[in-house]
């Protein structure tokens, strides 16, 4: 059974930073992409970041490029997101996904999913 499980979100203020972590079980790395996905109230869910199984390929979404980072733990058991220079407008729920087809960033691309964090960015 594919496991994974978010945590890391928070409040903080315009500026700050933050790191989301998911916890990943069941699930072996291959050719397929995790990525991290967010979505706010009212809004579609969109891509922030990915990674390929191997660990050696990411992919940042433009509204985020250079203030976010993903990484693999050095036993593939976690996936981290860096957040710094947080925005009001990065507020949302944050997702984990994994299984996803050539790190694509449409959520319908991927077969696993955690419950998401909350993360919320005030001025």
């Known amino acids: 059974q594919v496991q994974l499980v978010e945590s890391g979100g928070g409040s903080v203020q315009a500026g700050g930073s933050l790191t989301l972590s998911c916890a990943v079980s069941g699930y072996t790395f291959s050719t397929k992409c995790m990525g991290w996905f967010r979505q706010a109230p009212g809004k579609e869910r969109e891509g922030v970041a990915f990674?390929?199984?191997?660990?050696?390929?990411?992919l940042i979404a433009g509204p985020v490029q250079g203030r976010v980072a993903i990484s693999l733990a050095n036993d593939k058991n976690a996936v981290y997101l860096q957040m710094s220079s947080l925005k009001p407008e990065d507020t949302a729920i944050y997702y984990c996904?994994?299984?996803?087809?050539?790190?694509?960033?449409?959520?319908?691309?991927?077969?696993?999913w955690g419950q998401g964090t909350q993360v919320t960015v005030s001025s």
């Open positions: 996904a994994a299984g996803g087809r050539e790190c694509s960033p449409s959520p319908g691309d991927y077969d696993y």
């Open positions: 990674i390929s199984g191997s660990g050696t390929g990411t």
